[in-house]
């Protein structure tokens, strides 16, 4: 069972800055996707930003050029480091590990970000 543990939310004025953590539990980090989901109050869970065991990226159009997610495998950590925030980024954000193979995923218990205006 894998677990993955985020840290690093919080509340912040608009225009500033986070940076998100997600410490993964489990050998083989490198081989997994890994991605940050967000969902806000009666909304449903978003794709924020992916990252493969390539390093290959992708981001929702919401956040281009403002955020940026990476992973350093040697600390089984995948990072999003969240720039130029607003009061829309606001939303409890988790942590996904996947396999690419067989799909299973995992989840983290998930961080509030508040970016107030």
């Known amino acids: 069972q894998v677990q993955l543990v985020e840290s690093g939310g919080g509340l912040v004025q608009a225009g500033g800055s986070l940076r998100l953590s997600c410490v993964a539990s489990g050998s083989n980090f490198w081989l997994y996707n890994m991605g940050w989901y967000r969902q806000a109050p009666g909304k449903r869970r978003e794709l924020v930003a992916g990252?493969?065991?390539?390093?290959?990226?992708n981001y929702a159009d919401s956040v281009k050029g403002r955020f940026t997610i990476s992973r350093d495998n040697a600390k089984n950590t995948v990072y999003l480091q969240m720039n130029s925030l607003k009061p829309e980024d606001t939303a409890v954000y988790y942590c996904n590990q996947a396999n690419p193979v067989t799909t299973m995923d995992y989840w983290g218990q998930g961080t509030q970000v508040t970016v107030s205006s």
């Open positions: 990252i493969r065991g390539s390093g290959t990226t």
